[in-house]
């Protein structure tokens, strides 16, 4: 007897989606159930070759479609590794997937532009409910021996109990919507098939009936043949020749190999002879996946040995920072029967991944190349090649190379450009770290640099507050942050005479007294636009907040105040009586925290002295 189950609310609300959606592709329903019909036949061939239990298993590999115009049905049924009743409630009525949430989260309530999300998320089994209103999946689990069926119309619910069903595998009959009835057409199914899964690497065959007249006038009779016939090409695209292939091959392998909706940006076919053999294609696309930055991402590589599926779950195929890429790798040398823990370990796919990701890398290089390509690319991905300079020390020169930066000075600058374009009064390549590109352009410290004619590197990623304090140098340039001493030395400011020292030790006295603690120490200075500036040597406030974010504070760094005495301002408070230096030197502290995107100690005690100040000139 069947037994009724309530859907995940995530799945209830991607169902609400998919039925209420004006998504207008459809179509990707069939190569979605195809793809998953492909996984089971994968994991079967692999366990008929590893695990005893079935390796006696009569295993002929293939998809099988059957399509009804008049009931407006279309089944499609594999002989793959099939589903048990655990099985239907965990991959039928809960979504594993990572980033489902981040998916979900990102839907406006706007159909048009939320539909427009499906195809970059990947929907898998739940898109037959966008054009059907009742699907039946029976299955029955390879090596066992009872059969079940799981039932639902998509609305919060479904059923599951025993069936009767003769081999192993899984069988969904789509009942198809009123509306979306001309799916279940021979040619419809045609040309989606070659459409999207032409390069499915087992056969996909479609049975159908075929009318024809026998005779003439009144002896004239219809004669129905049932014909079976084949619609794929049922080979692994990656081990056909590359000359063999069309631009259009690879981008229908991408789409059934990702799920993704859009062209890929490039792809990188390899074969490789010699001491080791093996095959491999790589796609870099166009969007970031939805998972990219979640700790439990789906790795995008499926790995092969001599054609035979071995996991698609191995985030050790290439650099967790190329997590990003798409493909396949298909070795000849690996054993067939290796366990994920001799994978970890084997010297053979070592040397694979690290060919791999060099040639993935120069790949990204040949994009740079083009400079609107390489933006489009770099906006996606450029902080996942950040995390690449503190995990791949082997390609750090390389990734060096592929970063991009805006400066004080330039937008999309690398870091070759911008020594190219350093004075020769200039002895290392000056960066700021903040949260923000506007706050980190208005730091007063900044424009002493930029008085020199030396150009800063703005850096406002999370990430960079890790990286660039390790990077250590870019051919042989040392990277500095504008608030270390090294930089500050470098900067070469002009020293200020004993003359002018003693003409401000009063405003020096009063500054002191008026911030206390809040200071380290104040200085006279003579560069930059800003009335004072706060050096706070190693500063790195994005820092500070990732460990505030973990719960743990960063020892606490007094900024020095140095007071630029060109600065009008600052020379009328050489003249100016005490309490008008205590009240500028609290205002115009407060000012540059806010400017530089701090917090005020007291915001209450500075808004009580501008209030008064206004007071004052009114």
């Known amino acids: 007897m069947a037994t009724k189950h309530q859907f995940q609310t995530e799945i209830t609300q991607l169902l609400d989606l998919m039925i209420h959606s004006l998504y207008s592709n459809k179509e990707i329903f069939l190569r979605e159930l195809i793809s998953n019909a492909s996984d089971a036949l994968d994991k079967l061939s ?21 399509f009804d115009e008049t009931k407006k049905t279309i089944t499609i049924e594999d002989n793959g590794i099939g589903m048990n009743e655990a099985d239907m409630k965990e991959h039928l009525g809960i979504i594993a997937k990572s980033g489902t949430k981040s998916f979900l989260a990102q839907l406006s309530g706007d159909k048009k532009k939320d539909s427009a999300l499906i195809g970059q998320f990947g929907v898998g089994f ?17 090596g066992e021996d009872k059969a079940y069926a799981w039932v639902s119309e998509g609305k919060g619910e479904y059923e599951v109990g025993e069936c009767v069903k003769d081999t192993q595998g899984t069988q969904i009959t789509l009942y198809l919507r009123e509306e979306e009835a001309h799916f279940a057409s021979r040619w419809e199914i ?3 098939i070659h459409k999207y899964s032409e390069h499915i690497a087992f056969p996909i065959y479609l049975h159908y009936t075929e009318s024809s007249f026998e005779g003439e006038g009144d002896d004239k009779k219809e004669v129905k043949e049932n014909i079976t016939s084949q619609i ?22 991408y789409s059934t190999l990702s799920h993704d909706n859009n062209e890929p940006m490039r792809w990188i076919h390899t074969k490789v002879e010699g001491n080791l053999e093996y095959t491999t294609l790589f796609y870099i696309p166009q969007k970031a996946p939805f998972d990219l930055y979640r700790v439990d991402y789906q790795s995008g590589v499926k790995l092969y040995v001599k054609r035979v599926f071995i996991t698609d779950d191995d985030k050790e195929l290439l650099p967790p920072y190329l997590r990003f890429v798409r493909g396949v790798i298909d070795s000849e040398d690996l054993p067939l029967n290796v366990s994920r823990e001799i994978l970890q370990q084997n010297k053979i796919l070592a040397n694979i991944k690290s060919a791999s990701t060099k040639k993935i890398l120069g790949e990204i290089g040949n994009i740079a190349k083009d400079e609107e390509s390489y933006k489009a690319f770099y906006e996606q991905f450029g902080k996942m090649l950040k995390e690449g300079l503190y995990s791949d020390y082997e390609n750090k020169e390389k990734i060096l190379e592929l970063l991009r930066f805006d400066s004080f000075k330039v937008e999309n600058l690398s870091f070759k450009a911008y020594k190219d374009a350093m004075s020769s009064e200039q002895k290392s390549i000056y960066y700021i770290l903040g949260e923000n590109k506007d706050t980190l352009k208005n730091t007063p410290l900044l424009e002493k640099f930029a008085k020199k004619g030396f150009d800063v590197l703005l850096l406002s990623d999370e990430i960079d507050a890790i990286v660039m304090p390790m990077v250590g140098e870019y051919d042989k340039t040392p990277l500095r942050s504008i608030n270390s001493k090294e930089a500050l030395e470098e900067l070469g400011e002009e020293s200020i005479d004993e003359a002018t020292q003693k003409d401000y030790e009063k405003v020096i006295k009063g500054f002191k007294e008026a911030l206390g603690e809040q200071i380290a120490d104040v200085k006279l200075s003579s560069l930059g636009d800003a009335p004072l500036t706060l050096i706070k040597e190693d ?18 760094s007094k900024p020095t105040l140095e007071l630029n005495i060109t600065h009008p301002i600052v020379k009328k408070l050489k003249s100016a009586k005490k309490d008008k230096i205590a009240q500028s030197a609290l205002l ?3 000012a540059t925290l806010v400017l530089e995107g ?15 100040l206004i007071l004052q000139s009114l």
Not at 55 to 62: A, D, I, N
Not at 539 to 556: C, D, H, V, Y
Not at 598 to 612: D, H, S
């Open 46 to 66: 692999y366990l008929t070759l590893t695990d005893e239990k079935l390796k006696s298993l009569t295993f002929t590999p293939s998809i099988d479609i059957q």
């Open 126 to 142: 739940y898109s037959a409910f966008m054009v059907a209103h009742r699907v039946v999946v029976q299955s029955k689990k390879a």
């Open 190 to 192: 045609e040309n989606i």
């Open 232 to 253: 794929n090409t049922a080979k692994a695209l990656w081990k056909i020749p590359k000359a063999e292939l069309k631009d259009a091959d690879y981008k229908e392998f």
């Open 539 to 556: 500063s790195n406030p994005m820092m500070a907040n990732l460990m505030a974010q973990m719960g743990q504070k960063m020892p606490e």
């Open 588 to 590: 115009l502290f407060g």
């Open 598 to 612: 701090g917090t005020l100690e007291n915001a209450k005690a500075f808004n009580t002295q501008l209030n008064e």
